[in-house]
Every structure is written in C-alpha cells, then in structure tokens.
Nanobody, 117 residues
C-alpha cells in the first residue's frame, strides 16, 4: 500500500521557520508529482506548493518567496521549507502524491503547524 508519513510540524513564533518532511513508501516515488496542502479550521483545503517528478516547483501566491518545496527521490521524501512564517500560516499541512498516470491520490495524515507568539 502507498503510505505517506509526515513530520516536522510544531509551534513556531511569527517570522520563524519550520521544515516539513513527507516520506512515501509502497510505490515508485519518482513517478509521483508531490504537493503540500493545508487546511485551517473553518477553511477549505488549499494547495500550498507542488513539485514535479523532475523537481520543478510551483507555489501558491501566499507561499511565493517564503516557502520552498523540494524532493529527494533517493530517500522517497518531499520537503517543505517554510520561512518568515505568519499567524495565517497556521493550519494542518498535508502531503499529497499523484502518480504520473492518475489512478488515485494519496494523502498523509497531516501535521499541525501553529504560528503564534
């Protein structure tokens, strides 16, 4: 089975940084487009960043200039480096994987990011 296991969330002060990690198992990771989504209470889940199989990133406007998505195919891991964090970044962050031939989408369990003084 395809599994996505996230880590790296926590509490950080405004202006601080966190790095989220997502380890994928059970499939050929290099064939997946990966993404990070987030969902705050009372809001819809939104795409924060995505990265193609060969490492080409895209970002939501809210993330541009502050967040960096990357992947290490040898370690089956996708990262989200988050800098200059703001309180409005507070959300549960989810890892998402889409195979090159879309038969399904896979989600991690989510990791809580809280930005607060």
């Amino acid at each position: 089975q395809v599994q996505l296991v996230e880590s790296g969330g926590g509490l950080v002060q405004p202006g601080g940084s966190l790095r989220l990690s997502c380890v994928v198992s059970g499939s050929i990771f290099s064939l997946y487009t990966m993404g990070w989504y987030r969902q705050a209470p009372g809001k819809q889940r939104e795409l924060v960043a995505s990265i193609t199989r060969v490492g080409i990133p895209k970002y939501a406007d809210s993330a541009k200039g502050r967040f960096t998505i990357s992947r290490d195919n040898a370690k089956n891991t996708v990262f989200l480096q988050m800098n200059s964090l703001k309180p409005e970044d507070t959300a549960v962050y989810y890892c998402n994987g889409k195979p090159i031939v879309l038969a399904n989408e896979y989600w991690g369990q989510g990791t809580q990011v809280t930005v607060s003084s």
